[in-house]
C-alpha cells in the first residue's frame, strides 16, 4: 500500500480552472472516500492521480515519488471506472488477466493473481463465462478483479456502483468494505451518493465547485459539519435550516421558537441546522406543530412538519401512526443543533 500527497493541485480544462490549489494527504492503508455533487471535480481529480487527466499546477505523489508527469502504467494504481468496460467475447478469467498477459507476467504468476482476486470476489465458478452471461453486480466484481489482480499500492473506484440498482449497490458496498479490510490497501473511491461515503469511508473529503469544504470521518463529519453546504449535503432526510437570531441571553428564536443554547455564542442572525432524528415528537414538548406529510419508511416514519409557519421533518420510531393534519407537540435537542453564519455558511 502507498499514501497520495497532492500538493497545491490545479487542473484546467478547456481554459477553465476545475480544481484550485488543492492539499489533500491520504494515508497508506486508508479508504478516503471524495464526496460531492455531480461537476463538483471529484472525477477529474481522481483522474488526475490516475495519470489521465494533467496537472496545471502543483504535484501528485504516490508512494513518495512524484508522480505529477508520469505514464499511468507508471503509477502504481488499479482503477475501476464507472462503465464495467470488459471484453465481450473474453471469458471472464481472460478479462481479469488481459492487463497481466499484454505485459508479459509468467503463466504461474497470472494464474496466481487471477486465483486469489477470484475467490475474494466470489467468482471461482465465474471465471469461464462471458460478460453477457454475468449480472450487473458480476461484471462489476470482475471490473474490480482485473484491478486487483495488478497488485497495486492505491486503488482507485470512480462511481464503480452507481449503474447497479438499490439491492445490487448495498450488496457491493458490503463486500467492498471486506475487500479493503482483507487487503489493507489504500482505496481512493469517488461518489456522490451520501449513504455509500458513509458506509465506506475511513475518511471522507466533502467537494463543491473544485474546492474541499470538509476531511473528517464519517461521524465528525455529520456530527460537526463545517459550513451549512456540507451539513445540507449529508442526511437524508437533509437537516433542517431555520433562519433567525441569538439573543443576549444566549437563546435563538425565530418565530414561535425559542431555545436555549447549551453553549456560548455570539448575539446577532444566525441559521439553526438540526437534523430530523433530533427533532423528537412528545405529548409534553414545548412547541405546537401540524403534520402536513408522513413518509413510512418501514422503521420509521418521516414527518413533515408545520411548527408556527417553519417547515421541520423528523424521525419517528416506534409503533404509532400519524396523519395528515394532526397536531402534535415536537422538541429540538439543543446539545445536537449546529448553528451557521447566513452570509459565508461557516459554522458558528
Known amino acids: 500500500m502507498s499514501n497520495v500527497h497532492l500538493r497545491k493541485l490545479s487542473i484546467t480544462l478547456g481554459g477553465k480552472a476545475i480544481i484550485r490549489e488543492l492539499d489533500l494527504q491520504v494515508e497508506p492503508g486508508e479508504f478516503l472516500v471524495l464526496l460531492g455533487p455531480s461537476g463538483c ?9 490516475a495519470g489521465l487527466v494533467d496537472a496545471s499546477g502543483g504535484s501528485i505523489e504516490i508512494g513518495g515519488r512524484d508522480m505529477t508527469l508520469c505514464d499511468p502504467s507508471e503509477r502504481g494504481i488499479g482503477m475501476v471506472f464507472q462503465s464495467y468496460a470488459l471484453y465481450p467475447t473474453m471469458t471472464v478469467k481472460d478479462n481479469m ?6 505485459a508479459g507476467t509468467p ?7 487471477v486465483g486469489r482476486a477470484a475467490e475474494m470476489l466470489q467468482l471461482d465458478a465465474l471465471l469461464s463465462r462471458k460478460p453477457a452471461q ?29 449503474n447497479l440498482d438499490a439491492k445490487l449497490r448495498a450488496e457491493l458496498r458490503r463486500e467492498l468494505k471486506l475487500l479493503h479490510a482483507r487487503l489493507g490497501s489504500t482505496m481512493i473511491y469517488v461518489t456522490h451518493d451520501q449513504v455509500e461515503a458513509m458506509t465506506l469511508a475511513s475518511r471522507i473529503v466533502v467537494m463543491q465547485a473544485g474546492q474541499v469544504q470538509q476531511v473528517g470521518t464519517p461521524l465528525e463529519i455529520y ?13 437524508a432526510p437533509a437537516m433542517n435550516f431555520i433562519e433567525g437570531e441569538i439573543d443576549l441571553h444566549n437563546r ?3 418565530r414561535g421558537l425559542a431555545l436555549a443554547l447549551p453553549q456560548p455564542k455570539p448575539a446577532g442572525t444566525a441559521v439553526l441546522g438540526v437534523r430530523p432524528e433530533h427533532v423528537a415528537i412528545d405529548a409534553d414538548a414545548p ?6 406529510l408522513v413518509e413510512p419508511m418501514g422503521n420509521h416514519q418521516v414527518l413533515w412538519l408545520d411548527c408556527a409557519g417553519i417547515a421541520l421533518s423528523a424521525l419517528v420510531h416506534g409503533p404509532e401512526r400519524f396523519a395528515v393534519g394532526q397536531q402534535v407537540r415536537c422538541a429540538i435537542d439543543a446539545a445536537r443543533v449546529s448553528l451557521f453564519d447566513p452570509a459565508s455558511g461557516a459554522r458558528l
Open 41 to 49: 471535480g471529484k472525477s477529474t481529480l481522481l483522474h488526475s492521480i
Open 287 to 292: 412547541l405546537h406543530a401540524t403534520v402536513t
Open 97 to 102: 488477466s488481459f492487463g497481466l498477459r499484454m
Open 223 to 235: 456530527e460537526r459539519p463545517a459550513n451549512r453546504f456540507v451539513a445540507g449535503f449529508l442526511g
Open 134 to 162: 454475468l449480472s450487473g453486480g458480476q461484471r462489476q466484481r470482475v471490473a474490480i478483479g482485473r484491478a486487483l489482480v495488478r497488485e497495486a499500492g492505491v486503488f482507485l473506484f470512480d462511481e464503480p456502483l452507481s
Open 107 to 113: 503463466k504461474a504468476e497470472i494464474a496466481r493473481r
Open 252 to 254: 435563538f428564536a425565530s
